[in-house]
């Protein structure tokens, strides 16, 4: 904004040249080129009073009257164009500088576009869009104050958390309580948030958090907790944690942390809650309330500045919602299986002996060697010990990629006892596919190991007389308790325990092999 007619009041109280360019921020070339244009077209002092800045200028520079006139921006676009993700108004600026000069028409300044555009804002009473762009980050953490959950029955109490979660450009949040701060629960609260909003969000920042963040060093990429970072790849968003110590990088967050501690955990302190999906509920009401608030300092709510300057740039929900998920490791067994929670599920044979990533979730089973998935399950549930074997996975000769087959398992255990003999043929008889009763044969046969074989072979007979297909399990109880002990075996099998030709002793006679071919 042109400052002749200040100049000019300072000139005509006195002040010398340079001390008015010191006061109001201007060259004292400028001072000097009014003092100037005054001395040619001299102003009176109640023509200066009367006179507004434009008249003043045209008065002391009649010539600049005949120059084409500057291009006015277009206020309304650069307001909208800088809700939009990497729009700066110096950008904006170039945009319009090139439009001009194609037209032949000369432009604005930088200073003084953005001048013009702070002077739009504050006239039209609007919001500067600069630090937060609307669909742009997502900010999430826990609430410092838990919950409290009730047992019906007993009346104890327990701690329950606050998920909450925050739009910093509206300031919309989300907010639910969680049984836990685990992974799982940390996982599912996002999926539920995701579906809250109807949309995500470019960024999502959350604090550095081991359920989500295992490092977040200063100069070194985040290390993020795998489960989290697939999460964040399903809703096609990138994981930008705050830093360590830089609390202005999750301040709208922890505002609203604060803001929803007095606003819903105050309003609900007086009421008992005895199960989560209760509580829930109370805090969507309260939830609801604290968006619908009208702002004090502009206009709209929280919820209103949501649905007409945030939602449509929120970035679509995938068409699932993404399943939480687990990972362990797991080395394939002799019987090419490997387990999850006590289930079985089967693996190709080549990848017998190999150590493989499991990917596991509620509903399916996968499996990953060096990166690879390799295969995939539907998840087993009910009884311990099922088994889901695909037959492309089995061997077409056996006898090609192991040395463990039916009669080299039943040839250890007849060098052990008939008893021994006899448990190992009903374990492979309980089962339809001979590669799942490897495990249990191995495990059952390496007893001898750690009990002896004269002990293993009497805890079978114990076994036999009372259960009618023994299991590894069985047998290895027998022998803990010492059950063998009592029983009368007497000598019928000694002859088989104490020949030295089936010694368990480490090496291919131990497991069948060696001496004990034909």
């Keep these: 904004m042109s400052k002749e007619k200040q100049i000019l009041q300072l000139l005509q109280d006195g002040y010398s040249q340079r001390r008015i360019a010191g006061m109001l921020r201007v060259s004292r070339n400028t001072v000097a080129r009014v003092v100037k244009a005054t001395s040619e077209h001299p102003v009176s002092k109640d023509t200066l009073d009367s006179m507004g800045e434009n008249e003043i200028h045209r008065m002391l520079f009649p010539e600049e009257a005949l120059l084409p006139t500057l291009v006015t921006p277009d206020f309304v676009y650069i307001h909208k164009e800088l809700l939009k993700s990497g729009v700066t108004l110096k950008l904006l600026w170039q945009e319009y500088v090139d439009t001009c000069r194609d037209a032949g028409k000369p432009p604005y300044g930088y200073s003084q576009y953005c001048t013009l555009y702070q002077d739009y804002v504050a006239q039209n009473k609007l919001t500067m869009h600069i630090q937060h762009k609307p669909g742009d980050k997502l900010m999430v953490d826990w609430a410092g104050t838990a919950l409290t959950l009730y047992d019906k029955v007993t009346g104890n109490s327990s701690k329950v958390y606050l998920f909450v979660a925050t739009l910093p450009f509206s300031m919309y949040c989300y907010a639910q309580a969680c049984q836990s701060m685990k992974e799982e629960d940390w996982i599912n609260a996002h999926i539920s948030m995701y579906e809250f909003f109807g949309g995500a969000t470019r960024i999502l920042t959350p604090d550095n958090l081991k359920v989500g963040i295992l490092s977040n060093k200063k100069y070194e990429d985040p290390v993020v907790n795998r489960s ?190 008939d008893a021994t003999h006899m448990v190992i043929q009903k374990m492979f008889d309980s089962y339809r596919i001979e590669e799942q009763a490897y495990k249990g044969c191995l495990s059952l046969l390496k007893l001898a190991d750690k009990y002896t074989p004269e002990r293993l072979e009497r805890a079978c007979k114990v076994a036999l007389e009372r259960i009618p297909s023994p299991r590894y399990k069985n047998i290895r109880l027998i022998l803990e308790s010492g059950n063998d002990k009592a029983s009368d075996t007497s000598s019928q099998y000694s002859i088989a325990a104490h020949d030295e030709s089936y010694a368990l002793v480490r090496g291919a006679s131990y497991y069948g092999g060696g001496s004990h071919e034909k």
């Design 228 to 417: 989290y970072q697939e999460l964040a790849d399903h809703y096609q968003t990138a994981l930008l944690p705050a830093r360590v110590l830089a609390p202005r990088d999750k301040a709208a967050v922890e505002g609203s942390v604060g803001n929803l501690t007095s606003y819903i955990i105050a309003r609900l302190r007086n009421r008992k809650f005895f199960d989560l999906h209760t509580m829930n509920t109370a805090i969507c009401k309260e939830l609801e309330r604290f968006n619908d608030a009208p702002f004090q300092k502009k206009d709209g709510s929280r919820h209103s500045i949501f649905l007409e300057e945030e939602l449509p740039f929120l970035q679509p929900l995938p068409r699932y919602p993404y399943e939480f998920a687990q990972w362990k490791s797991a080395t394939v067994q002799l019987n090419y299986h490997i387990a999850v929670d006590f289930q079985n599920y089967s693996i190709p044979y080549e990848y017998v002996r190999k150590k493989v990533d499991v990917r596991y979730t509620k509903s399916s089973i996968e499996v990953y060697y060096k990166g690879n998935r390799i295969c995939s399950h539907k998840r087993l549930y009910g009884r311990r010990g099922q088994y889901s074997t695909v037959p492309e996975h089995m061997p077409v000769n056996h006898q090609l990629y192991s040395e463990w087959d039916k009669p080299r398992f039943l040839k250890w255990a007849s060098g052990i006892g």
